[in-house]
């Protein structure tokens, strides 16, 4: 019997690593925010496997985040478009082309669980809803389901949440709200670092650690 989890393409969109986490250039350097990156993609990637996701797609970065992807079991392709909205969209048509709902998940949720993953699944009761996590600031969205054919555009960005509820109203598509801390607490600026390292002490070293001991 095919599960739901079979039926899902999980999608997370990266760039490469010297792009990476720009915002925070002025409190890490360069390779602490590779490291960063590299440790988030890790336990993103884990999270999804542990949801017994069959097929994760990694879309873009460069040569390590390409090499951490394979080493995990899933599939690295390289950009699908010309900026972040356009790549998922091509990837989730890409997806519906296998016959899959398409599942984004955003690379970098430090917190991430098979739980939280499970929980998106549930509330698209089998596909039937498109799914929506919040991210717990900024009105952004850190997590999409989009059913195998829906055309939901992604908007990702700056209050997205709010421009994918009123997208999937003009689809006449039902839309389900799957709010948890795992998907909510995503990583950008110095104020989140500051709180994810009070939640999780030597959070910073741990997932350096964590992705080079993977590789080994």
Same mark, same amino acid.
């Given at each position: 019997?095919?599960? &739901? ?7 997370? @969109?990266?760039? @490469? $690593?010297?792009? %990476? ?6 409190? #890490? ?5 590779? &490291?960063?990156?590299?440790?988030? $993609? ?17 879309? %873009?970065?460069? /040569?390590?985040?390409? =090499?951490?992807?394979?080493? #995990? ?12 909205? &356009?790549?998922?969209?091509?990837? +989730?048509?890409?997806?519906? =082309? ?5 599942? +984004?998940?955003?690379? &970098?949720? !430090? +917190?991430?669980? @098979? ?23 900024? %009105? ?6 989009? !059913?195998?054919?829906?055309?939901? /555009? !992604? /908007? ?15 689809? =006449? ?11 909510? +607490? ?15 002490? %030597? ?6 650690? =964590?992705?080079?001991?993977? #590789?080994?």
């Amino acid at each position: 019997m095919v599960t &739901d989890a079979q039926n899902i393409i999980a999608i997370i @969109p990266m760039k @490469p $690593l010297s792009q %990476g986490k720009s915002r925070l250039s002025q409190d #890490l350097t360069a390779e602490q925010r590779a &490291d960063l990156v590299l440790g988030m $993609l890790r336990r993103v990637i884990l999270a999804i496997n542990g949801a017994n996701v069959d097929t994760v797609w990694v879309v %873009g970065g460069d /040569e390590r985040v390409q =090499e951490l992807a394979r080493s #995990l079991g899933a599939m690295w392709l390289e950009e699908l478009g010309t900026d972040l909205n &356009d790549t998922l969209k091509r990837a +989730f048509d890409l997806a519906f =082309e296998h016959g899959k709902s398409a599942l +984004f998940v955003a690379g &970098d949720l !430090p +917190f991430l669980k @098979p739980a939280d993953i499970h929980s998106m699944m549930q509330a698209s009761r089998r596909q039937g809803n498109v799914t929506l996590g919040p991210a717990r600031r900024d %009105g952004g969205t850190n997590s999409i389901l989009v !059913p195998l054919g829906v055309p939901l /555009e !992604p /908007e990702l960005g700056q209050a997205s949440f709010m421009k994918h509820l009123t997208q999937a109203a003009r689809l =006449e598509t039902s839309v389900a709200i799957n709010s948890s801390q795992g998907i909510g +607490f995503d990583l950008d600026v110095v104020d989140d670092l500051e709180t994810l390292q009070h939640m999780e002490p %030597g959070l910073l070293d741990r997932l350096a650690e =964590e992705w080079k001991s993977g #590789l080994i």
